[in-house]
């Protein structure tokens, strides 16, 4: 009976091959359609499409559509800064306010960002806005982050964790390709190499929408997922409680450490492929097309990962080392690739604004399926670095520190690759420290693949993080009972 309890109280591993854990009868009708996990997931995939998918449309530009790049390599220096010392402690503040409010609360810096540019567009002085901007969406970004990672770690059950991330990047990515279409269309005619008004209103609406959306997601407590199992979600616990929690997750867990090279790499190649590449190199318009195909080329990466990390005839400790090679594989293609055309030039005798190349000029069809390839390779990283975070766990409390982690460290390197661009650091030192980094996240990540991902997450692996009224996991009462 005992077990039974626990398991009621929500601990439990949400695996669909379980048949001791007890099974909750789902609603039918149209609120089962809702409180459906895949319904949720999309939903937080339309959330992260209308916000951070049109940052991400509107960075792709380089320099945040502008002709000069280094105030948006300087707003993203400060962005990233407060995104790593925010999302640190965002697990705690998610496991605290509920992931619904945290969720929204992240959405409200998108809509400031994106029209602190529309404001540089008018009044060209306001560059100090931008950054301050790029400052307050870094602390908003990491409680987004946190929660929707959190969120959709923890719908799926463990045979569906590809499938689900890879719905929801392909979906957040749609918002890249909507934000970089529409920028194409705006700015095809275009001589003057920087986005107009009317693309940065255009943004600035659909973030809006993005933040109303947030408004409708469901409870997480009323979630359960398609084999039955109940999501489990943490009462509100105290502060002390939580902070206390990123302790025991990192004594309860410690081998997460070992991912945390694969998070520092997992944005810095932004800078490299945004600024240095595409907005060095090409006018608005060919920044606008490669931007569009850049998107959509995550979409196909991020579904092509998540079939091979659900495939149902392989193993789960198969499909994370088929992974690892895929992705290694990339890595070394990818840059190998990349560097015939880095060599080519620097900081001193990249084209100015009128020799950029245009997308009917001679060499630019190569130029621009490297770039296709960039972005499947970013979908993929991301879509495993998350997948590898849920295979440790299927707890919410547990994955937001996860989450956290992800994000406070991706952002801590993105803040210094931003920094080192805004003080023109050559770009082939950006490069290779590029293609050095993801190198080593995967050898790190490597032996924490072959210790710590199983077949199946069992029940020590959960509720690791959550506190009793003494400040104690009941982690430490499972392992008694056991």
Not at 20 to 41: A, C, D, I
Not at 91 to 111: C, D, E, F, Q, V
Not at 146 to 157: F, I, K, V
Not at 265 to 290: E, H, K, M, P, V
Request: proline share 4%; with cysteine.
């Amino acid at each position: 009976m005992a077990d039974v309890a626990e398991r009621e109280k929500g601990y439990n591993s949400g695996s669909s091959d379980n048949e001791s854990q007890h099974v909750f009868e789902r609603p039918t009708g149209l609120k089962g359609l809702y409180y459906h996990p895949l319904t949720q997931v999309s939903l937080l995939g339309f959330v992260c499409f209308m916000c951070p998918g049109l940052f991400n449309a509107l960075n792709g530009l380089g320099g945040g559509g502008q002709v000069d790049n280094t105030t948006g390599a300087n707003a993203n220096s400060a962005l990233y800064a407060t995104f790593a010392a925010s999302a640190f402690f965002a697990g705690s503040i998610n496991n605290k306010l509920g992931a619904r409010l945290t969720l929204l609360l992240g959405t409200m810096g998108y809509p400031l960002y994106i029209g602190s540019y529309l404001a540089i567009n008018i009044h060209p002085g306001a560059k100090g806005f931008v950054i301050a901007a790029g400052a307050i969406l870094g602390i908003c970004a990491g409680l987004l982050w946190t929660a929707q990672g959190s969120l959709m770690m923890a719908y799926p059950t463990e045979d569906q964790k590809g499938k689900f991330i890879g719905i929801f990047w392909a979906i957040f990515n749609l918002g890249g390709v909507v934000g970089a279409s529409v920028a194409l269309g705006q700015n095809f005619k275009s001589t003057a190499n920087s986005v107009g008004n009317g693309t940065y209103i255009g943004f600035l609406v659909l973030t809006i929408i993005g933040v109303i959306i947030s408004l409708g997601m469901a409870d997480p407590h009323k979630m359960i997922r398609t084999d039955g199992t109940k999501v489990m979600t943490p009462r509100h616990p105290s502060w002390r409680s939580e902070i206390i929690g990123l302790w025991v997750i990192l004594k309860t867990d410690p081998m997460i450490i070992m991912l945390f090279p694969m998070f520092f790499a997992s944005n810095w190649f932004y800078t490299w492929q945004f600024n240095d590449y595409n907005g060095t190199l090409f006018n608005i318009r060919a920044r606008a097309l490669n931007n569009l195909v850049y998107w959509i080329a995550q979409i196909i990466g991020s579904l092509v990962i998540g079939l091979l990390l659900d495939h149902k005839k392989l193993t789960r400790r198969v499909r994370a080392f088929s992974g690892w090679v895929v992705l290694f594989i990339f890595v070394f293609f990818v840059h190998i690739w990349a560097y015939f055309y880095q060599k080519k030039y620097t900081r001193e005798s990249a084209p100015i604004e009128a020799e950029r190349m245009d997308i009917f000029d001679s060499g630019y069809a190569g130029k621009i399926f490297l770039y296709i390839f960039c972005g499947v390779l970013d979908a993929m990283w991301q879509t495993a670095a998350y997948w590898i975070m849920g295979a440790m766990s299927n707890d919410p409390a547990k994955l937001a520190y996860f989450a956290g982690f992800y994000k406070s460290i991706q952002s801590a390197g993105a803040a210094g690759i931003w920094r080192a661009d805004g003080v023109k650091v050559p770009f082939m030192n950006i490069f290779v420290s590029t293609w050095a980094l993801l190198v080593g996240g995967l050898i790190f990540a490597l032996p924490m693949i072959h210790l710590r991902v199983k077949n199946h997450t069992e029940i020590l692996d959960e509720a690791a993080t959550h506190m009793d009224d003494n400040d104690k996991p009941p982690v430490e009462a499972l392992s008694e009972k056991k």
